[in-house]
T-cell receptor, first 114, second 111 residues
Framework: GNSVTQMEGPVTLSEEAFLTINCTYTATGYPSLFWYVQYPGEGLQLLLKATKADDKGSNKGFEATYRKETTSFHLEKGSVQVSDSAVYFC?????????????FGTGTRLQVTL | EADIYQTPRYLVIGTGKKITLECSQTMGHDKMYWYQQDPGMELHLIHYSYGVNSTEKGDLSSESTVSRIRTEHFPLTLESARPSHTSQYLCATNDRGHGYTFGSGTRLTVV
């Protein structure tokens, strides 16, 4: 079955530091990959996505590249801000069948300090 | 302006009560989902629907039930709430071209 593994948190960084949150996946076929962000007390928001190998998703300074050879979709940001403090979820959606269900990783909490 | 609404945002109720969590969307999407998010943050799919009169159980067994009488609404019901049901419940819709849209969630506490 499908699964997503992402690095455990919490990740604590100083403002302007470089961020990497690792994500690897197991899936049949060619899934679509996503990063979602959850701010305190809120639902999930789509941060970025990639639908095929070598695609790079980007948004708000965050980037992730769909690497089929390493089955990875690591999230990166060059300079984090305090406002980036949140929980980040890696997810995949299988593009086979009709269910279109998302499979999530366990989430990584990011805390950015001044 | 949100396109998917969940009510209530917060709910504290006593054990044994029947509750219904509401989820409404204005986007006309056929596919809708309920996720349960435990305090450790992990998300588990508990119900989904492909359209009106279609409901399926998700990957995590749940004592809750759902209905889909109208495209816009996908309510979740607990007939007899227990403390083990304390969690955050997130509703989502999916349009293949635009991905998932999540509601703000309902944080349920059963005392």
């Amino acid at each position: 079955g499908n699964s997503v593994t992402q690095m455990e948190g919490p990740v604590t960084l100083s403002e302007e530091a470089f961020l990497t949150i690792n994500c690897t996946y197991t899936a049949t076929g060619y899934p679509s990959l996503f990063w979602y962000v959850q701010y305190p007390g809120e639902g999930l928001q789509l941060l970025l996505k990639a639908t095929k190998a070598d695609d790079k998703g980007s948004n708000k300074g965050f980037e992730a590249t769909y690497r089929k050879e390493t089955t990875s979709f690591h999230l990166e940001k060059g300079s984090v801000q305090v406002s980036d403090s949140a929980v980040y979820f890696c997810a995949l959606r299988s593009n086979t069948g009709t269910a279109s269900k998302l499979t999530f990783g366990t989430g990584t909490r990011l805390q950015v300090t001044l | 302006e949100a396109d998917i609404y969940q009510t209530p945002r917060y709910l504290v109720i006593g054990t044994g009560k029947k509750i219904t969590l509401e989820c409404s969307q204005t986007m006309g999407h056929d596919k809708m989902y309920w996720y349960q998010q435990d305090p450790g943050m992990e998300l588990h799919l508990i119900h989904y629907s492909y359209g009106v009169n279609s409901t399926e159980k998700g990957d995590l067994s749940s004592e809750s039930t759902v209905s889909r009488i109208r495209t816009e609404h996908f309510p979740l019901t607990l007939e007899s709430a227990r403390p083990s049901h304390t969690s955050q419940y997130l509703c989502a819709t999916n349009d293949r071209g635009h991905g998932y849209t999540f509601g703000s969630g309902t944080r349920l506490t059963v005392v």
